[in-house]
């Protein structure tokens, strides 16, 4: 079929120079704008070229060179990275249309060849869409949602995955882990705060290692999708420890799926289980409900807080 559109993997010398010169266009004509030069100059510099050459060299959790081919020509491109050890998981890091190619829907087709290509050896799809919300609204176009954010804080999209895993909670044992810190940004992000610094994200690593908060991760596979922790302290009218329990967030599209009920009872089980003699949550009224449903069903009053 003449309008078909297919996929078709740079493999050659020849394709691999086409491919980075028209990922070079597209970084100075789409991403980045004056006020980017820093940025833009690594991207276009030779240690991302090294970087990402050697993912695409790599035998597993490769990253492909893509072209978009419609009528004899190649009129776009994309580079996805399937990691097979993140469950099949598809990121698609970078996704273009050629300029004198797109409208008409284009860009949906293009979108849709990609996925298609994809199902061959991912089980979903995710991408960070740089805060942009015209990208923003063509991904949401073609089914992805708004999903968190990223261990550096950018904003996440993902295609909920067809299957139906079960989803698990555990104790989270490294405090480096990068999937906390991509959980704690979306959870900031949520509540409307800047994303974590990497000097916050070191005290945080730190105060795990001193046992002074612990986390517990709900997992879906290898993709940990939902976090609480339980931050320990003395009470004097108990006079032993006792647990706050807070950063209890889900991945949006993970939620009404078990993962709530499974956290707070893996953080209510261990508290038993180290001796702290309560476990208690300060939240706002219209969260009550949901509290209480999780096993929070003793009330203690208002909360009161001096931020100065």
């Known amino acids: 079929m003449e309008n078909q559109i297919t996929i078709r993997e740079a493999v050659t ?40 050459m050697k993912i ?17 020509q190649d009129i776009g491109f994309a580079m996805p990275v399937i990691f097979t050890t993140e469950d099949g998981k598809c990121f698609i890091m970078e996704f273009c249309v050629y300029p004198e190619f797109r409208g008409s829907g284009t860009g949906k087709a293009c979108a849709a060849a990609l996925l298609d290509w994809a199902k061959n050896t991912a089980r979903y799809a995710e991408l960070n869409y740089g805060g942009n919300e015209r990208r923003r609204r063509f991904w949401e176009s073609v089914g992805f949602i708004e999903n968190g954010a990223d261990q550096w804080g950018e904003p996440l999209m993902l295609l909920p995955p067809e299957e139906n895993l079960p989803i698990t909670a555990e104790l989270l044992a490294d405090p480096e882990d990068w999937q906390l810190k991509k959980l704690e940004n979306g959870f900031l992000k949520e509540i409307g705060e800047a994303p974590s610094t990497e000097e916050k994200q070191e005290r945080l690593a730190q105060a795990i290692r001193d ?22 302290c003395f009470s004097t009218f108990t006079c032993t420890d006792v647990g706050i329990f807070d950063d209890f967030y889900i991945e949006p599209v993970f ?34 409900g949901m509290y209480q449903a999780l096993g929070f069903d003793t009330h203690l009053g208002k909360a009161f807080a001096h931020l100065g």
């Open 56 to 72: 695409n060299g790599r035998p597993q959790d490769r990253c492909f060179f893509l072209f978009f081919h419609r009528g004899g």
């Open 255 to 288: 939620r009404k799926k078990g993962a709530a009920r499974l956290l707070a009872q893996a953080a209510q089980e261990w508290c038993k289980e180290n001796a702290l003699a309560s476990l208690t949550v300060t939240c706002a009224p219209c969260d009550e």
């Open 13 to 52: 010398e020849n394709d691999a120079a086409a491919f980075w010169e028209q990922l070079h266009a597209y970084h100075k004509r789409d991403i980045f704008t004056d006020s980017d030069k820093e940025e833009l100059e690594y991207f276009l510099g030779q240690a991302y070229r090294d970087h990402m």
């Open 211 to 232: 046992g002074k908060i612990t986390f517990f991760a709900a997992r879906r596979g290898y993709r940990a999708v939902g976090m609480c922790s339980v931050s320990r």
